[in-house]
C-alpha cells in the first residue's frame, strides 16, 4: 500500500471541500472493500477524509418513506423495526449481503458504491478496462463464471457487487447527493451507469460529490416481499443471481409488483416490463414465468456464464411463488 495523507473531517461541509479541492482525495467510511482495494493497489488515493464522526447515521421518516443516512450501517438497518415490518426483502438482503462483523462495519453509502468483485479488476497484473480504460477485459477470454448477461458490453462484463443495491432498486429509492453548494436527488434506476465504452464510469457521481441520504419508499402494508440469493454456498459467497420481489394481493389478482435482479447485471437490474406484466394479473405459475421471460430478456451470456439466464428465470419464478403462496 502506497503512503497517503489522512484528514478527519469534522462537518459535511468541509469533508466536501477537502476532497474537490484534491484529484487525488478520496472519501473514507466503513473501509471494508476499500481498504482492500489500496492493499492490491487498485485503489491509489493520497488524500484520504475521514466522514465516519459525521451526523449521518440516523434512520428517520413517516408512513410513506425511510431517510437513512449514508453512514448508518448495515446492521443498523437491518436491526430496523421498519425495516423489519415494512420492507422484508430490504432486511433479508442486508443480512445475506455480509458477516455480522462487516455489517457492523459497513456503511450504506459505501454498500452502493462498493467496486465490483471481478478478479481481473483485482489483480493489476491482468488487462482491465474498469481499472485502467483501455487495456482490454481479460474476463472476455479468462474465467467468467460469476459475470453479468445483462448491461455488459466489448469493455466490461463485470457484474455489481452491492446485495441491498437490489431491493432498494426494485422499490425505487433514491439518493441525496451533495456536493459544493448543491444538493440533487438521483434514483438508483438513474444512479449505476451500464459499462458501455466507459466502465470506469460507475455512477454520475463527480468528485467531492457525497451520498448523504437514503430515501426508500415503504411498501404498502399487506404487501408481500423478499429476497432470494442463489450462491454457490451459503456464505461469505456473491450472489450467482439473486431476486428481489414485492407482491400486493387482493382478492385473487396482483395490484402492485415491485421486480429487480442481481448478480446476472453490470447494475442492479431493475425490470419494468416483468412488473408490468405482475400487475393486474392471477398470482399464478404461468404469469411468473412470463415475468421472468421478460426479466432475462435481451439476456447474453459467455460459454462459462450462460447458465445465469435460465438461472435466472427459475428464481424469479421461485420468488415470486413463495410470496403468491404466503399470501
Not at 458501455?196 to 404487501?223: A, D, F, K, S, W
Request: some cysteine; proline content about 5%; charged content about 25%.
Amino acid at each position: 500500500m502506497r503512503s497517503f495523507t489522512y484528514v478527519r473531517a469534522t462537518g459535511v461541509d468541509e469533508a466536501i471541500a477537502e476532497v474537490s479541492a484534491d484529484p487525488e482525495a478520496a472519501f473514507l467510511a466503513g473501509g471494508t472493500t476499500q481498504v482492500d482495494l489500496m492493499k492490491d493497489e487498485v485503489f491509489r488515493p493520497l488524500r484520504l477524509v475521514d466522514i465516519t464522526r459525521l451526523p449521518l447515521r440516523e434512520v428517520s421518516g413517516d408512513d410513506d418513506t425511510l431517510i437513512v443516512g449514508a453512514l448508518t450501517t448495515m446492521e443498523e438497518l437491518a436491526a430496523h423495526g421498519v425495516v423489519a415490518q415494512r420492507l422484508p426483502l430490504v432486511r433479508q438482503a442486508l443480512l445475506l449481503g455480509a458477516s455480522p462483523q462487516l455489517r457492523h462495519m459497513a456503511t450504506m453509502g459505501g454498500n452502493l458504491l462498493q467496486r465490483t468483485r471481478c478478479r481481473y479488476f483485482r489483480d493489476p497484473s491482468t488487462a482491465c478496462n474498469k481499472r485502467d480504460p483501455g487495456a482490454g477485459c481479460a474476463a472476455l477470454d479468462g474465467f467468467h463464471r460469476m459475470h453479468a448477461v445483462l448491461g455488459a458490453s466489448s469493455r466490461c462484463v463485470a457484474t455489481h457487487a452491492s446485495d441491498v443495491a437490489v431491493p432498494l432498486t426494485a422499490l425505487g429509492a433514491s439518493v441525496r447527493i451533495r456536493g459544493q453548494g448543491a444538493e440533487r436527488m438521483v434514483p438508483l434506476t438513474e444512479f449505476y451507469r451500464v459499462p458501455g465504452e466507459t466502465p470506469q464510469v460507475e455512477n454520475v457521481l463527480e468528485h467531492g460529490e457525497m451520498i448523504t441520504h437514503l430515501e426508500i419508499p415503504l411498501l404498502p402494508r399487506g404487501t408481500r416481499s423478499g429476497y432470494l440469493k442463489v450462491r454457490d454456498r451459503a456464505s461469505y459467497e456473491f450472489a450467482l443471481v439473486s431476486v428481489a420481489a414485492a407482491l400486493l394481493i387482493d382478492d385473487g389478482t396482483i395490484r402492485a409488483a415491485h421486480l429487480a435482479l442481481g448478480g446476472v447485471g453490470t447494475v442492479p437490474w431493475r425490470v419494468p416490463r416483468a412488473e408490468e406484466l405482475l400487475r393486474g394479473a392471477a398470482p399464478d405459475r404461468e404469469v411468473f414465468a412470463a415475468a421472468a421471460e421478460a426479466a432475462l430478456s435481451g439476456a447474453v451470456g459467455l460459454p462459462g456464464n450462460g447458465f445465469k439466464i435460465e438461472l435466472g428465470r427459475r428464481a424469479v419464478v421461485r420468488m415470486l411463488s413463495t410470496l403468491a403462496e404466503e399470501s
